[in-house]
């Protein structure tokens, strides 16, 4: 089975600041990664995805992400944290269910806060 | 383009009763997939429905059930109703036979059963 660790379950930054979210998985086949955002009382929102292009994946909002194979990573960077980022963010890894059937393994997700 | 859309958004229930919660995919989407994600927690799989059968199951008792309609749209059901279900209950459509196919969310339904 496959699963990813977030760390650090809260993150707290301020206005400007490099935001960097930390995401490892485990997974015994080549990953499709994902990141979503989950701003309060609402639903999941796709930021990006990593399906064995480019290492380096651009999303939405100025985030990006890097995938590292050697290091089983799937950091979330963006270079200037804007009030607006305060929201929580989930990493997921697909993984295949039974032949044809997909699901995300979600890792616990992190709390980003934006200092003023 | 419609996205996923949820209803109802907010639901009140007791122990031992029964819930349908709804799902419309998003337009050109022919897969369902239902989470549960608890206070503090990553979402959790249910199932997944594809071509109106069950296309998979997480870890999840026999008592949540679901449906797909042939317009892809999706019901999950929950009997027997237990403290412990008080969760967000999350739908995500996707189409199928696309290399990395992508699961995309509606808002979810807040159920606390009392």
């Known amino acids: 089975a496959q699963s990813v660790t977030q760390l650090g379950s809260h993150v707290s930054v301020s206005e400007g600041a490099l935001v960097l979210l930390r995401c490892n998985y485990s997974s015994s086949v080549p990953p499709y990664l994902f990141w979503y955002v989950q701003y309060p009382n609402q639903g999941l929102q796709l930021l990006l995805k990593y399906t064995s292009a480019a290492t380096l994946v651009k999303g939405i909002n100025g985030f990006e992400a890097e995938f590292k194979k050697s290091e089983t990573s799937f950091h979330l960077t963006k270079p200037s944290a804007h009030m607006s980022d305060a929201a929580e963010y989930f990493c997921a890894v697909r993984e295949e269910v039974i032949q044809g059937a997909q699901k995300l393994v979600f890792g616990q997700g992190t709390r980003l806060t934006i200092n003023p | ?114």
């Open chain 2, 1 to 114: 383009e419609t996205g996923v859309t949820q209803s109802p958004t907010h639901l009140i229930k007791t122990r031992g009763q029964q819930v349908t919660l709804r799902c419309s995919s998003q337009s050109g989407h022919n897969t369902v997939s239902w989470y549960q994600q608890a206070l503090g927690q990553g979402p959790q799989f249910i199932f997944q429905y594809y071509r109106e059968e069950e296309n998979g199951r997480g870890n999840f008792p026999p008592r949540f059930s679901g449906l797909q309609f042939p317009n892809y749209s999706s019901e999950l059901n929950v009997n027997a109703l237990e403290l412990d279900d008080s969760a967000l209950y999350l739908c995500a459509s996707s189409l199928v036979g696309g290399r990395g196919e992508t699961q995309y969310f509606g808002p979810g339904t807040r159920l606390l059963v009392l």
